[in-house]
């Protein structure tokens, strides 16, 4: 049948108007700017610089994927328990991530709060810092043998190599290297603490075992500025309130 020119006109425009706003068709299916847009979106947060290349690149990704979708409904794929399940997982993930982003948008922490942690956590790991060598021992029997050996003039980290039980340190002559004393269990670390630079303890006590401990060095700690770490403790504050968040939501749920 030949349509008049101006209704030819008219349904040229109107296919034109179907096109508009898709940078392809798969088999009369339009793949639309707008989800090249949005995987460009993820792209670029990711830290890849928007550009024509990968524009490019995203775009024949869909094409592809259409294709692939496309084929798998034709032969009745989508209709498979398991596809079906994974479709749905996905949808509920999707959803879930999307709750979780809203709830960050609209929760975000303060600078004050970020400050107050920040100054907990110093305060916790700040001070002073510690190099010391340590021999772990079963017995106090043992303990007090090896520290005989010692005043005896024998090496410590000869005696950390050959008896510690410690499978860390005990090959490297007992050495802990530098930590700050709050990370060890509290009766190593008051026996750290109390010796002098160069001085060997008394055998000590803990859920371990028994330990001759040598300090070798104390310095400064040394701590991060806020500003340095600013970035991780934000990401620890969000999570403990988006942990909390999700707890409430479940434990507010009627789950039968």
């Given amino acids: 049948m030949r349509y008049p020119k101006s209704l030819a006109l008219i349904l040229s425009l109107s296919a034109a108007a179907v ?24 792209e670029t947060e990711r830290g890849q610089k928007d550009s024509p290349e990968l524009r490019a690149k995203i775009k024949e990704a869909l094409i592809r ?35 979780i982003k809203d709830y960050v948008k609209a929760n975000p922490v303060a600078d004050a709060d970020l400050k107050k942690e920040y100054d907990k956590v110093k305060d916790a790991q700040g001070g002073k810092e510690y190099k010391a060598r340590h021999i772990l021992v079963k017995t106090k029997e043992e303990a007090d043998a090896i520290l005989a050996d010692l005043k005896k003039g024998k090496k ?3 005696l950390a190599k050959a008896k510690s039980q410690d499978p860390g340190s005990g ?24 010796l002098s630079k160069g001085k060997i303890s008394e055998p000590v006590k803990t859920q371990f075992g028994w330990h001759i401990i040598k300090l070798e060095d104390v310095r400064e700690g040394k701590f991060p500025s806020f500003e340095e770490a600013k970035g991780e403790i934000q990401r620890g504050v969000q999570g403990e309130k988006i942990q909390k968040y999700v707890e409430d939501l479940a434990k507010n749920a009627k789950v039968n």
Avoid at 19 to 42: L, R
Avoid at 71 to 76: F, L
Avoid at 186 to 191: L, M, N, W
């Fill in 171 to 194: 090959k490297n002559g007992g050495d802990l290297g530098w930590a700050n004393p709050n990370g060890f269990v509290p009766e190593f670390s008051k026996a750290l603490t109390s």
């Fill in 19 to 42: 096109m508009a706003g898709n940078v392809a068709t798969v088999n009369g299916v339009g793949i639309s700017d707008a989800k090249v847009d949005f995987y460009v979106k993820q």
């Fill in 65 to 99: 994927g259409e294709v692939l979708a496309q084929e798998a409904q034709k032969k009745g794929l989508d209709k498979n328990a398991d596809v079906q399940q994974a479709l749905d997982a996905a949808r509920q993930q999707i959803l879930a991530n999307a709750l």
């Fill in 156 to 158: 410590f980290d000869d």
